[in-house]
């Protein structure tokens, strides 16, 4: 069984940077042909897709976020990592990571962490 979670602040203020881990049991990021995303939903609206990280350790990013974008990988721990710099109020959403297969669309996947609500708020 494939399981992720979320982990990092609720609260992140204006203009700083918002950090999220997550952690995966069940599998390995680096094995098989999947993409380690991370994926929002802004209250009352649809998802993001907001980027990831591929089996083979590289990355892809939304073009509306990329320039604001980065997300690493510690295989050690199995975790990859979110980091959203110069956040806005517009940031805040229900975050979470997930597994999506190979040739699939960005929003799409078959294994998702529970999300975690984070506010941009001073």
């Known amino acids: 069984q494939v399981q992720l979670e979320e982990s990092g602040p609720g609260l992140v203020k204006p203009s700083q940077t918002l950090s999220l881990t997550c952690t995966v049991s069940?599998?390995?990021?680096?094995?098989?042909?999947?993409?380690w995303k991370w994926i929002r939903q802004p209250p009352g609206e649809g998802l993001e897709w907001i980027g990831w990280l591929n089996y083979g350790g590289g990355t892809d990013y939304n073009p509306s976020l990329k320039s604001r974008t980065y997300i690493s990988s510690d295989m050690s721990k199995n975790q990859f990592t979110l980091q959203l710099s110069s956040v806005t109020p517009e940031d805040t959403a229900v975050y979470f990571c997930?597994?999506?297969?190979?040739?699939?669309?960005?929003?799409?996947?078959?294994?998702r962490g529970p999300g975690t609500l984070v506010t941009v708020s001073s």
């Open positions: 069940g599998d390995s990021i680096t094995g098989g042909f999947y993409y």
């Open positions: 997930a597994r999506g297969e190979r040739g699939t669309i960005p929003e799409q996947y078959d294994y």
